[in-house]
């Protein structure tokens, strides 16, 4: 029985998507909830998987093709398996290198080895199970052909070595998702009256208290660790809550003040940068907080995030210092209206009661949009901020 296989039903945020990899080509044997395809949105990946054991009976959308919500994109035969179409005819099979058979191809690398007239043999597939993608063929070089009267001398063959100051390009298409976060940053930065305010907050007093109650902390939360994120989240939705217009967002020509707070924690995946969403972060414990961003982290490296988890957020948070970042301008998340940058802990001589003491330091970077945040709600809010971090027990006595 043959099945339509339909492309997910997209959000009214998502106008369309467009097919990143087949993972299963025509006449292939496909095993139940095995993936099919990769379809690529604005804000993540989805995949798309077989709805039973069966055979890929027809391929309608190629790699690169633009798909509509709920759009079919291929034709799957169920309870086919190993009845892939033969060949035609026994004359062309024969006339067919009996190892190219063989051979996993997507249809966009198929039909850019016809148009350039190159054996699929001669490519090596660097796709999933050895599939030759496109970019494979793009980037096959065919071996120099030799001279007709050279001769096997040991001298001339040495010349024919690539010089070595060859200079190679490789040009690859943008991603849609990369697209769109060029698009908002672009538009961050454009439509935004973007300015940022710096500050310096002692990790001392949390290093401390992570020390003591981290091993009794894991134990009591089932293996949840704890970490800094926990601390700015909660420091942040009480600083929040002292300044709204921080928390606020700007549609058209009014000011939209959130009486909750949806803190985004942005996370970096091989595909770009994506800002789950931790929703109702203020009525979280720290340790659901620490659970929630690891489980955000664990999803984003494996493509297993939903438009849902990025959809909203009144707030975010970034973290450069996880890379070595010692200081930064994090860019806004429109519509919202501040974004914390946080970055790494660096030992430095500090005066302390007149007294030089070294101490675990970090620079913070607060981004505003100062058509709604004065400079001295910024300040006062990252002030809020620094004052919570080095005596954490005001976050939990909200002080």
């Known amino acids: 029985m043959s099945t339509e296989i339909k492309a997910p039903t997209f959000p009214e945020s998502v106008a369309d998507g467009s097919i990143a990899t087949w993972h299963k080509q025509v ?11 990769d379809i690529e949105t604005d804000k993540v990946v989805l995949e798309v998987v077989a709805p039973a054991d069966g055979v890929l009976k027809e391929i309608i959308k190629n790699e690169g093709d633009t798909v509509l919500s709920d759009e079919v994109v291929a034709v799957f035969e169920e309870g086919a398996a190993g009845e892939a179409p033969k060949a035609e005819s026994a004359p062309e099979a024969a006339q067919a290198p009996a190892a190219s058979e063989d ?14 007239g190159i054996d699929a043999s001669a490519v090596k597939g660097t796709g999933k199970g050895g599939l030759i993608t496109k970019e494979d063929v793009m980037n096959y070089q065919a071996p120099a052909a030799k001279p007709a009267a050279a001769a096997p001398a040991p001298a001339p063959a040495a010349e024919v070595d690539v010089p070595a100051g060859e200079r190679v390009e490789k040009r690859v298409a943008m991603t849609r998702l990369r697209k769109r976060i060029a698009e908002r940053l672009l538009e961050a930065s454009q439509t935004t009256a973007m300015l940022t305010t710096f500050n310096e907050v ?10 003591q109650y981290k091993d009794l902390f894991e134990k009591s939360h089932n293996g949840t660790r704890l970490g800094f994120m926990g601390f700015f989240v909660k420091a942040a939705c009480e600083a929040l809550k002292r300044f709204p217009a921080v928390n606020a967002s700007i549609d058209g020509d009014d000011i ?14 091989d595909k770009g940068l994506v800002v789950p969403v931790l929703r109702d972060a203020d009525h979280m414990s720290l340790a659901k907080i620490e ?50 940058g946080m970055h790494k802990i660096q030992e430095r001589p500090m005066a302390v009661n007149g007294q030089v003491e070294v101490l675990p330091m970090m620079y913070l970077a607060l981004s505003y949009d100062h058509r709604l945040i004065d400079g001295k709600d910024a300040v006062q809010f990252l002030v809020t901020i620094k004052d919570l971090i080095e005596d954490p027990a005001r976050i939990l006595l909200e002080v």
């Open 256 to 269: 939209v003040y959130h009486g909750y707070q949806d803190v985004g924690v942005a996370v970096s995946t």
């Open 27 to 37: 006449g292939e044997a496909v095993s139940r909830d095995e993936p099919l395809v």
């Open 103 to 116: 051979l996993k191809i997507s249809p966009a690398a198929r039909k850019a080895l016809e148009e350039k």
């Open 202 to 211: 002692n990790m001392k007093p949390v290093m401390e208290l992570r020390k």
């Open 291 to 340: 659970d929630k961003v690891r489980d955000f982290g664990l999803r984003a490296r494996d493509g297993k995030l939903g438009i849902e988890d990025m959809t909203g957020g009144t707030f975010t948070i970034t973290n450069g210092g996880v890379f070595g970042s010692l200081l930064s301008t994090p860019i806004l998340n429109p519509p919202q209206t501040a974004i914390l």
